[in-house]
């Protein structure tokens, strides 16, 4: 037996490759990426532009597998959290953050789009991570979130999604190239359009991934999540931070800023007498000054079997004091969807089968 290709697994350049190998004209490559990417097609026979052979052609030499919309979860607060079903049956989750204008007319539409099954870097206050890693997703899973959820926001806010942050279930930087290819796909003008910079990629720090996103000048946001501003808090955490501490990150993130010229964001979950004093705030301060940046400080929403608590408003206005005293620039986030369990470090499938791979101890 053959095996089919995923055409949403491909990014442009490959989709084109396989349209030339069959002979095709290039427009014909265009029209397929659109049915894939921009109206989320689930089948060849969707694709009415295409002559009634083509698709019978391409039914024979290729598949289309991306993420099916299963339940969806809405918040009073307007946030909605999306789970999509995999071709495998694992499942994803991502989140519409919706703000809004005094007169309660949507503003940003924000997605929180997945890149993995699950994650490997078991940072301790983060249920995805207490998963562990299952798999990658492929290019189409991810955009197939985020093409689902604007059909939402479409029918829900009337306007489309206005921005993408990938910080969802996963560690987008471990999953490199589906992640790049999906926010290539997701701005380019047949895709979704939306400008690189209301695109933002997040990575707990992975400094040869950091370097290399540097290197090819990858044009949307860096967010660093950072959550402690010393090695041996960083370290208490993020497991991660003992292979790549603060130091190294350092030297990516400078290296970063030299190619790119463009700030990046630091995302910093308050935890209630562990990261909250004058003390990290001063560090947080020296880290936020080693390039042009923003700090979001995220008031965290707890999780079962999670020891660390949000921060009491009090330590975090003194918090926030001092930050900005030490020059930061720095706005508190308060986590969105908390009663759906959408918040920031909330995600995680519990019918998920098993443990995936972790490097949590
Ligand atoms: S915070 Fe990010 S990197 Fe850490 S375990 Fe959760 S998903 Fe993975």
Redesign the pocket.
């Known amino acids: 037996m053959t095996t089919r290709i995923n055409l949403s697994a491909l990014n442009k350049h490959e989709l084109a490759g396989f349209c030339e190998e069959l002979g095709l004209k290039r427009y014909r490559s265009d029209q397929l990426f659109q049915w894939i990417h921009h109206k989320h097609a689930g089948s060849f026979d969707e694709m009415t532009n295409l002559p009634k052979s083509l698709r019978g052609q391409l039914a024979e030499k290729a598949e289309l597998k991306s993420a099916t919309q299963a339940t969806v979860s809405r918040s009073r607060d307007g946030t909605i959290k999306c789970l999509f079903r995999l071709h495998d049956d694992k499942l994803v989750e991502a989140v519409l953050i919706p703000e809004f204008f005094e007169d309660g007319v949507a503003d940003r539409l924000t997605v929180c789009v997945s890149s993995q099954v699950g ?1 490997v ?3 301790s206050f ?1 249920a ?2 207490r998963m562990g890693l299952f798999r990658n997703l492929t290019t189409g899973e991810i955009t197939g979130q985020v093409m689902s959820i604007n059909t939402i926001a479409e029918a829900e806010y009337g306007k489309r999604i206005t921005n993408i942050v990938y910080m969802g ?3 987008p930087f471990h999953n490199y190239g589906p992640v790049v290819d999906s926010a290539e796909i997701l701005s380019d003008p047949l895709g979704l359009d939306l400008s690189p910079r209301r695109i933002t990629i997040s990575t ?1 720090g992975l400094t040869r991934q950091i370097h290399e996103y540097a290197d090819q000048k990858r044009p949307w946001n860096l967010a660093i ?1 950072l959550h402690a501003a010393d090695d041996e808090k960083r370290n208490k955490i ?1 497991p ?1 931070n003992e292979k790549l501490d603060l130091s190294a990150l350092r030297k990516s993130i400078q290296h970063y800023h030299k190619m790119m010229h463009q700030p990046v964001t630091y995302e910093y979950l308050l935890f209630d007498q562990f990261n909250d004093t004058p003390e990290d705030a001063r560090k947080l301060a020296r880290i936020a000054h080693w390039v042009p940046s923003k700090v979001n400080i995220i008031m965290y929403n707890s999780v079962d079997g999670v020891t660390l608590q949000r921060a009491k408003e009090d330590r975090l206005d003194h918090f926030m004091s001092e930050l900005t005293r030490q020059g930061a620039r720095a706005t508190v986030r308060r986590s969105r969807g908390d009663d759906i369990d959408a918040g920031c ?1 909330q995600l995680a499938i519990r019918e998920q089968d098993g443990t995936g791979k972790t490097m949590a101890k």
């Open positions: 994650c870097f078991g940072c983060c995805t991570g279930m996963g560690e707990v999540s993020m991660i470090g």
